[in-house]
């Protein structure tokens, strides 16, 4: 009876450990829908400038870099809550496909890109954050994507 014990405990130790780890590579990512979201290929079309079916790191700079701008509507290089979900829960960015929006605006992923906790995203936290997102996606390691890259799971990074 003890060594079963110590059996299932060493098993729910593990099982913790993993999901445990999973949870933190995923928080780096940021909500599990706005992963989903972000790997549809509307938004890959979307970042592609150049329509070669890949998206190059500075295509995405350039793409996250142009988003924050409409976001930020004061234009103080910060989003506050109120920019982050805009004036309608609802509302479409131009630059995105309906789904990411709704995601990206999530107060959720707002505190994932709020790297110092102050309640506000800077322009540096924001591309930062997709810098590491385009990091885990490229697989390869070349600066940049292909469509392979893109709907792979990118969970757990590297």
Known sequence: M????????????????????AFAADA???????????????MMKMLDADGNSMVSAAEADTYYGNLFDVLNKDGDDSLDAKEWTG?????????????????LRSMKMMKVMDADGNHEVTRDEFLSHHKNVFGMQ?????????????VAKIVGGK
Request: glycine letters at 10%; hydrophobic letters at 35%.
């Open 2 to 21: 003890a060594l079963q014990l110590a059996k299932l405990a060493l098993a729910t130790s593990l099982l913790l450990s993993i999901s445990a780890s």
């Open 87 to 103: 004036p309608s829960k609802n509302s479409k960015l131009d630059l995105t496909t309906g789904g990411y929006a709704r995601e």
């Open 138 to 150: 490229d697989k390869s390691a070349d600066g940049q994507i292909d469509a392979q890259e893109w």
């Open 28 to 42: 780096m990512v940021g909500t599990g829908g706005y992963a989903r979201e972000y790997q549809k290929m509307g």
